[in-house]
């Protein structure tokens, strides 16, 4: 996993480096992206699902950073999603996700186990089976 650092909309740090020890699925989005946006609701649900035993991080790509993703997630509902963004595109560049959305399942080591470009339906069968397969249940 890329030691690269985002932000929250308070201009909190997280280094990714620093997730070691739980499975990450990271995420990859923008406000302008209509398959990401579809993907939220369903990536918040599967962050509740797995609460504890995965943690799903979503992290903006809007170059805007704050200015578009705080009123995205004021107009949104999520029990889990946090609003991490990128906006200086390391995170993006260090992942290699020319595709939005590109999302990225790490272990607990922060070893790469498998990615997705583009639209994926998170509350499959094969998702979850998927999913659970890499974190080892």
């Known amino acids: 996993m890329p ?4 932000r929250n909309l308070d201009n909190s740090v997280l280094n990714m480096g620093a997730l070691q020890g739980t499975p990450v699925l990271v995420n990859l989005w923008a406000t302008w992206c209509a398959p990401c946006v579809k993907e939220m609701p369903l990536l918040d649900e599967l962050a509740v699902d797995y609460v504890g035993r995965l943690r799903v991080l ?4 809007d170059m805007q950073g704050a200015e578009r ?3 995205f997630f004021a107009e949104q509902d999520y029990s889990m999603l946090e609003p991490w963004m990128d906006p200086d595109g390391e995170l993006g560049t260090a992942i290699g996700g020319g595709v939005m959305p590109t999302t990225v399942l790490y272990d607990a080591m922060g070893q790469e186990i498998w990615r997705v470009a583009g639209d994926y339906d998170w509350s499959s069968e094969d ?3 998927a999913i659970d397969e890499a974190i080892g249940e």
């Open 3 to 6: 030691a690269s650092n985002v």
């Open 58 to 61: 979503t992290v903006s790509q």
């Open 69 to 71: 993703v705080g009123p």
């Open 127 to 129: 998702a979850r089976a």
